[in-house]
């Protein structure tokens, strides 16, 4: 069984940081493109970034110099470095994997795998 599980997320100040992990299991992610998603209430989930099998890295401009995102193949981890966190970050969390990079970057509907996703709340 694929999962997807997330952790790290929990309430911040404004300029803060935190650190998200998500741990894949129950298939080998080696060939598989790893990234984040975040969904705020009352908006559509976006994308926020992406690293692929050549470890490659995305960003969307809004998280561009403050969000690092790395993985750890031999762990099957992606991470996700939340510098000088602001209000508007607050969200839940989602990790997504799946064999095309573009289809992360694009936000698609048909992402192989998503995870259950962890909130984090940043107060101003």
């Known amino acids: 069984q694929v999962q997807l599980v997330e952790s790290g997320g929990g309430l911040v100040q404004a300029g803060g940081s935190l650190s998200l992990s998500c741990a894949a299991s129950g298939h080998n992610f080696q060939d598989y493109a790893m990234g984040w998603f975040r969904q705020a209430p009352g908006r559509e989930r976006d994308f926020v970034a992406a690293v692929n099998r050549l470890n490659n890295t995305y960003y969307a401009e809004s998280v561009k110099g403050r969000f690092t995102i790395s993985r750890d193949f031999a762990k099957n981890t992606v991470y996700l470095q939340m510098n000088n966190l602001k209000p508007d970050d607050t969200a839940t969390y989602y990790c997504?994997?799946?064999?095309?990079?573009?289809?992360?970057?694009?936000?698609?509907?048909?992402?192989?795998?998503w995870g259950q996703g962890t909130q984090v709340t940043v107060s101003s």
């Open positions: 997504v994997a799946d064999r095309a990079t573009a289809t992360i970057i694009r936000g698609l509907a048909d992402i192989d795998y």
